[in-house]
């Protein structure tokens, strides 16, 4: 039996459902897993039956023989030593692949904090037996500007538990859920918003987000519709899971108009509760998406495009929700995940 961690040694709350998944997958195979991560992950895990530790002495106990490591930060480069002299082989999950610096730039005052993460990516990878990508567009950008990292990459989805419900819930609302970041496309979406009663469009919004909004929703436009329910909002915390999933099954489509992107975590928690999305035609959304089944393609900035999209998923709402759980099912459960994840296991020497 092998024995492999699932590493975050910097706290997000957006990697717990993964790193579940991700040790489902490995029982499924017949693996042992353990979970090694930051103090604050230990609160999700309590009597769950995953097995958690934040106790670096623990894992010579364990003695893993690899280690899938979930994000990046300064926090992995003692782990990446310490399993370079204990013999644990590492999967490096590379979420964010050098895009270039015209890419780059899109992040505006972000950009620096993300130039310093392409480099210790770099420095990460070039540890790594495996350097796992999500996506033909992450394969590409590395196979262009992150040589080393391409001759490691092997393809394999983001996982997810299967959090499905039948709860029935009135779809109503065109939804801005998770991070409010410029190369979301957050503030298009507000903007839109706003377009959109301008012209006299009839649509419910949602937003639902960790980030405080105070600042962004103090136009009186927006404190007028949310005290007409045009526009419901909660933002400012983390949110529960139940909460999420709400959000999501209260949705007609999702907003994935990004500036830029490798991936997108909302649109596989979309599909997983039957969600359509809105995508620019960018990035990886050209291989995840597909017009008229999961979602439709908008322009960035263009109302009248952003608004037939919308349009056309409420049109078939019903139909696509079924699409979108299928998609999610086949490509983003773990349990489908099993004999790939084996394959890149038996692969490393």
Known sequence: MKNILIVSLHFSP??????????????????????????????????????????????????????????TGFENVEFFRWSENNGCKILYILHEPYMGIKELLKDGTYCVKQAVACMLNVWLCGKSAKV????????DNCRRYMKSAYKKAV??????????????????????????????????????????????????????????????????????????GKLIVQHGRNMTTDEINGAYRRSICCWNGYRRTTQSGVLPNAYMLGTPVL?????SFVEFVTPGQTGEFIDNEDCESIYQGYLKIKEHSKEMSQKCRQYFVENYFYGSQEQQFKKIINSIQ
Not at 155 to 175: A, I, V, W
Request: aromatic content about 16%.
């Open 132 to 139: 796992i990508v999500c996506s033909q567009y992450a394969e």
């Open 14 to 71: 957006g990697f717990i459902g993964h790193m579940m998944a991700w040790y489902k997958l490995c029982e499924q195979c017949g693996y042992k897993p353990l979970i090694y991560g930051d103090a604050q992950y230990a609160k999700y895990y309590e009597n769950t039956g995953y097995r958690f530790t934040m106790k670096k002495e623990e894992l010579g106990a364990f003695k893993p023989d690899f280690a899938v490591v979930q994000n």
């Open 279 to 283: 995508a620019t035609k960018l990035g």
């Open 155 to 228: 393809r394999f989805p983001l996982l997810f538990m299967d959090e499905y419900s039948e709860q029935g819930e009135e779809r109503k609302y065109f939804s801005l859920i998770g991070t409010y970041a410029t190369p979301k496309g957050s503030d298009l979406f507000l903007k839109f918003i706003k377009d959109s009663v301008s012209k006299g469009y009839d649509i419910n919004f949602q937003i639902a987000t960790r980030t405080n909004l105070e600042e962004q929703l103090k136009d009186e436009l927006f404190q007028k519709m949310i005290a007409e």
